[in-house]
């Protein structure tokens, strides 16, 4: 008596998920289509069915672990089982292609496609609603999708005789695969449609509205369901997904949610303190410049930054000061700033080295 469970290497209370996992790797090791003109792999593979067949079905299983054996249980009884065709492609899908019949053509989800788009920093900051044209497949409008010109119908593959399939000898099983003259339609076209040239779909671009919501970013990625490629065999269409890049801003940089920026003062403003306005995203913003701010101090403009996405609140805005120097002055304003310079004991025309020397002079004295 041969031991089903033995020959699948799974114990007497293997749940079926086990014994279809067992299955799965013994099939595909001694497969006749990796092991052709070998007899000894050819029987292992008809024992691995025979085994499986019988505990993959719980009433022809009970029997067997009573009585020894599944035969007698069901109406046809073979080693193979009732339908084993349609277990081993459930399994395999279209790995070794169907047993026997015609491979049946389900309907298939079509490709997801990508589009990449710019956008400014403002629209990022704001949102925005944007137009783009997405070059994709379409049916074919003159044919409806058939590839035959008007009138035309397809004929039937004399090669698979219209069954989509080439059914191939491997010993002592017959397996299906799809024909590579009607690529498994199982017709071919004899008049092409003209519009398509028989393919039954063209090219075409497609206006799509998209509403980009405030504080995406380089690299964010927004999902338009259903409207990527047609899909096969009355499949659904695939997903449409906009990768966005946030162009560069002139006097904004951007980092995370907040967004920096460098505003010059003069220096009397930097000394004496001043209330100076500051272009900001929502309109100029007025700041309060303590006296005696050096150059490079940080002031922060709170939630006047980058909304944060999926999030209530906004970032900041870093404002970094620095003290413009003019480039030219009136004979006035150089005549005052020696004469700051005479008040505040500073000889203008040292150098710091000389400034430097003189400083440890002194110490030594």
């Known amino acids: 008596m041969k031991d089903y469970y033995e020959i699948l290497g799974v114990s007497r209370d293997a749940p079926q998920a086990d014994i279809k ?19 000894e792999s050819e029987e292992k593979f008809k024992e691995i069915n025979e085994a499986y067949s019988c505990l993959i079905d719980n009433e022809k299983r009970a029997h067997y672990d009573r009585f020894g054996t599944a035969e007698g249980v069901g109406a046809g009884y073979s080693p193979f089982g009732t339908g084993f065709g349609d277990i081993f492609e459930d399994i395999f899908g279209d790995f070794f292609g169907t047993f026997s019949g015609q ?10 496609l990508r589009y990449d788009l710019d956008i400014t920093l403002m629209d990022a900051i704001f949102g925005a609603e944007k137009t783009i044209e997405v070059p994709r497949w379409e049916d074919c409008a003159e044919c409806r999708g058939t590839g035959s010109a008007p009138g035309k119908i397809p004929v039937a593959c004399q090669n698979c005789r219209g069954t989509g399939q080439i059914r191939i000898q491997q010993g002592f099983f017959t397996i299906s695969r799809s024909c590579s003259r009607c690529n498994g339609t199982g017709k071919l076209i004899t008049d092409p449609c003209k519009a398509c040239k028989g393919q039954g779909k063209v090219r075409k671009y497609k206006s799509i509205n998209l509403k980009i919501p405030a504080g995406v970013d380089t690299g964010s990625r927004l999902r338009v369901s259903g409207e990527g490629e047609i899909g096969l065999h009355g499949g659904p269409r695939g997903d449409l997904y906009i990768y966005i890049n946030v162009e560069e801003h002139e006097f904004f940089k951007r980092d995370g949610n907040d967004l920096y920026c460098e505003v010059p003062i003069t220096f009397p403003q930097a000394a004496l303190g001043a209330e100076i306005e500051v272009p900001a995203v929502d309109g100029a913003q007025k700041l309060k410049i303590p006296s005696g701010t050096p150059s490079g101090r940080i002031f922060h403009l709170k939630g006047k930054g980058v909304p944060r996405l999926g999030y209530h609140g906004r970032g900041d805005q870093i404002v970094r000061i620095y003290i413009e120097v003019p480039k030219s002055l009136t004979p006035r304003q150089k005549e005052l700033l020696e004469e700051f310079a005479r008040i505040n004991g500073d000889d203008v025309n040292k150098s710091f080295k000389e400034k430097i020397k003189d400083l440890f002079t002194g110490a030594e004295k």
């Open 21 to 39: 996992k067992a299955f799965r790797q013994l099939a595909l090791k001694f497969h006749p289509d990796r092991n052709p003109d070998n007899k």
């Open 103 to 112: 491979r049946r053509q389900r309907p298939t989800r079509g490709q997801d």
